[in-house]
């Protein structure tokens, strides 16, 4: 689903977006959540909704769920440190991490993320007004009652985190992909998350202030990294996360 509004002169607001992959029966069900949600979004009110569907052919890939940390965190300024820390750990330079921060504290808003060389900073996304839809996953049911269990969440924040853990597992399984960083772009939603393979997904609080219109997300990618594969995997391949290989 993708929720836009238009605006005089300024070209078309991406409003709210959502994906996942269901079966034909739940199919009525997830649509019209879908457009309840689109309706009902902090980001303000749409002119266009667009839903897509489409049958999946190929056999979803089954990988693990993400393990989950959070951070003691009580502003943006220790947010930033956070994340500089999180991504020179999982080998991200320090030129590529000032040029990802840039991006996520940047006023201009993408509707995708934005892919990074993880060496040079180069931005590498093949459209940098939309940046690269994560698409296609979706979570076991037994995985969505793990996503229930973990302590600290707000019960109202479930579908949030749920959404937020899969597409970041999703991401970090790529063996080009080193890490990843989000800020949502919702005004009253100011937890993000650093995530990569290694160290996990790392939630953290005050990433951003209350009120805040902006947010982004940054895929960190080996500096060799086959582009065009990267993108393909991220958009189109079918990946289901599970729980049972949760790595402990
Ligand atoms: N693929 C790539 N980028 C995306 C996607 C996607 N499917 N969806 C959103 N983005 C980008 C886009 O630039 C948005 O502006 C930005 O990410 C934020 O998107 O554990 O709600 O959907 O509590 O607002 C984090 C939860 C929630 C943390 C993140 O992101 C936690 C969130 P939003
Ligand atoms: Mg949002």
Redesign the pocket.
Known sequence: MRASKNRAKRGSMHIS?A?TICTEQQLKQIAQQYIKRALSHSRGNPDEVVITVERITKKPLDIPLLNTRTAKCSSPDKARQLITEFLLGAGVSARAVNAGLKVLYSKK?????CIMLSVSGRRAEPDRMR?????RFGMTDSAEKIMTAIPGIKKS?IR??TE?IT?ASKTAHHADILAEV?????PD?T???AASKQSGYL?IPCIKQHGDMR???VIFVRQDADITAVVDYLEKRPVIVSAKKVRR
């Open positions: 977006g994906e808003h993408m509707r995708g993320a940046g690269v839809r994560v698409s924040n949030t985190v937020a597409l989000c800020i949502s772009d919702d939603y937890t993000g998350y939630r947010g982004g997300r």
